[in-house]
């Protein structure tokens, strides 16, 4: 069964930076077999598509308020997606959710696309 564990949340002032981690395990394919999106879940809020890597060719794709200052990346051999977060701002406050999808060649910020999720990791932005 194919597990994602997030990690990386904090308490960072606004300006700051974080970088998330998802590791992905028990699969016989590697992570290059699965797009694999980060989602946030702010209070009080639904949640919503922050970022996602696609399979094979690793295209990406991002929410408007965090292009230019998120990047998602990938280490196939570390089984690792990460998600580079510069110049945070009080509205990126909110868990950060990692999810996989096998086969997805096209990027997406939908999350109904999405099978396998993990259990969330907190990023809190605040002076």
């Known amino acids: 069964q194919l597990q994602l564990v997030e990690s990386g949340g904090a308490l960072v002032q606004p300006g700051g930076s974080l970088v998330l981690s998802c590791v992905v395990s028990?699969?016989?394919?590697?992570?290059?077999?699965?797009?694999i999106g980060w989602f946030r879940q702010a209070p009080g809020r639904e949640r919503e598509g922050i970022s996602c890597?696609?399979?094979?060719?690793?295209?990406?794709d991002y929410k408007d308020s965090v292009k230019g200052r998120f990047t998602i990346s990938r280490d196939a051999a570390k089984n690792t997606v990460y998600l580079q977060m510069n110049n945070l701002k009080s509205e990126d406050t909110g868990v950060y959710y990692c999810?996989?999808?096998?086969?997805?060649?096209?990027?997406?910020?939908?999350?109904?696309?999405?099978?396998?999720w993990g259990q969330g990791t907190q990023v809190t932005v605040s002076s």
């Open positions: 999810a996989a999808d096998w086969g997805r060649i096209i990027a997406t910020l939908d999350e109904r696309a999405f099978a396998s």
């Open positions: 028990g699969s016989k394919w590697t992570l290059d077999r699965y797009g």
């Open positions: 890597i696609s399979a094979g060719d690793g295209s990406t």
